[in-house]
């Protein structure tokens, strides 16, 4: 008797749900529409940051003009960009900026018997002048330069990074809307 109360009770269950949507059904649409948005929100993410790459590349380039690109191929791997007050041999000089070409500030101190001290500057502090040691007004101006362009470097290097993983966002979900 409770078995054919139970076989009853299930096809009463399923007569009435039979125009209804499965479950399933009802969870594949709502993953559809979230990856539809996932994808439309990429896609406008990507579109920012494109803009804000081209920005920062223009700002870079700007930057640059004020700079005298130095590398000796035949000693250094990396070049450096320097003010033209700077340019070519530094023995005159006790303190100067220069940026790294990967968007390194590197600070050189120079003691009396020509020994050569760098220090990075991290850019990441909100207050880099807490990193100087004490400077003149006129070497604290070629310090903020020169942070003007390491930034510049840094931020269009982090832009070009959020284009890359933002790009492969995009191509996910174009690739998963076309397997479905």
């Known amino acids: ?3 054919i109360l139970y076989v009853v009770g299930l096809l009463a269950l ?6 209804r949507p499965s479950m399933v059904e009802q969870r ?16 406008l993410d990507l579109a920012c940051a494109d803009s804000i790459a081209t920005f920062k590349k223009l700002e870079l380039e700007d930057l640059k003009k004020q700079f005298v690109f130095e590398k000796q191929e035949k ?25 790294e070409e990967g968007g390194k500030l590197l600070l050189v101190s120079v003691d009396k018997k020509r020994n050569y001290t760098f220090t990075e500057v991290d850019l990441d502090t ?3 002048t ?8 006129a070497a604290k101006k070629d310090v903020a330069l020169c942070h003007a362009l390491a930034q510049a470097m840094h931020d269009l290097a982090a832009a ?7 790009a492969l966002k995009v191509k996910f979900y174009e690739k998963k809307r076309t397997q479905q």
């Open 75 to 99: 000693y250094q791997t990396t070049g450096y960009y320097v003010l033209p007050a700077y340019k070519g041999s530094k023995e005159r000089f006790s303190f100067f900026p220069e940026v």
């Open 1 to 3: 008797m409770k078995r």
């Open 160 to 166: 070009k990074q959020q284009q890359e993983k933002l």
């Open 28 to 43: 594949k649409a709502e993953i559809r529409r979230n990856d539809s948005l996932e994808l439309t929100q990429a896609r």
């Open 130 to 137: 807490t990193q100087l040691p004490p400077l003149s007004a």
């Open 126 to 128: 909100e207050d880099y």
């Open 14 to 19: 399923l007569c009435g749900c039979e125009n």
